[in-house]
DNA sequence: GCACCGATGTTCT
DNA sequence: GAACATCGGTGCA
């Protein structure tokens, strides 16, 4: 074909990442999370985690081996198990050695919805399938075996991409939940209908 | 709709 | 031991 149809769904470059997670943060909102298998959802609530200069951040105290994933590559997966229970999805972000991150906090499912539904049995409506952290991480199978993941790449059938939507020019803005320290930091942003 | 609370295991003090 | 970037059930409005 001579005239080229853009690919409805492109990834992101790595130098997306390459930038302090509050500037990469509002940007991720709308883009999409998708998996090889067809689960994908719009990206609608995000929280940025900075690295020494966050004191709210996994990576605040340095590296240990938890959070090494946080210290590499910008545009890889930083999955950790929190409160026994649960997993919390992250983009990494910054510089190599940064250790700076997106906490990817919930999706819009947009497809896969019957496998997300599989994951998620205690999900009763499909608004309650990725609509926090732990649960977005369950509806699209994030676990340890995805920590370090390449996000641009699509190494692991996990990516993130966008089809064209631009960020909402009103992102709603608030701080950071679930965390006792920098709780005043306004490092959380929402779509104004998310 | 909202407030409270137990579950469960890794990490760090 | 304590804290933890959470969730789902229960009780009440």
């Given amino acids: 074909m001579s005239t080229t149809t853009p690919d409805p769904w492109a ?6 990442y390459r930038r302090h997670p509050a500037e990469v943060a509002p940007e991720l909102l709308n883009k999409l999370l998708v998996h090889d298998d067809g689960r994908a959802g719009r990206i609608v609530e995000v929280e940025a ?3 020494a200069e966050d004191p709210a951040a996994h990576s605040f105290r340095g590296q240990t081996p938890r959070n090494a994933t946080m210290f590499g590559e910008p545009g890889h997966l930083y999955v950790y198990f929190i409160y ?3 997993w919390g999805s992250n983009a990494v972000c910054g510089e190599v050695g940064e250790g700076a991150g997106v906490l990817l906090r919930a999706i819009e499912p947009i497809a896969g919805l019957e496998r997300m539904r599989a994951l998620r049995p205690a999900a009763r409506r499909d608004r309650d399938l990725a609509n926090g952290p732990g649960k977005l991480s369950q509806a699209m199978g994030l676990t340890r075996a995805h920590d370090g993941a390449d996000l641009v790449t699509g190494d692991r059938g996990v990516r993130i991409v966008t089809d064209g939507m631009p960020p909402p020019a009103e992102p709603r803005i608030g701080p950071r ?3 006792s320290k920098a709780i005043d930091f306004p490092w959380r942003w929402r779509t104004p209908l998310g």
Avoid: Q
Wanted: charged share 15%; glycine share 20%.
């Fill in 84 to 86: 026994g229970l649960h």
């Fill in 11 to 16: 990834p992101l470059p790595r130098d997306f």
């Fill in 177 to 179: 939940v679930g965390i």
């Fill in 49 to 51: 985690y900075a690295g």
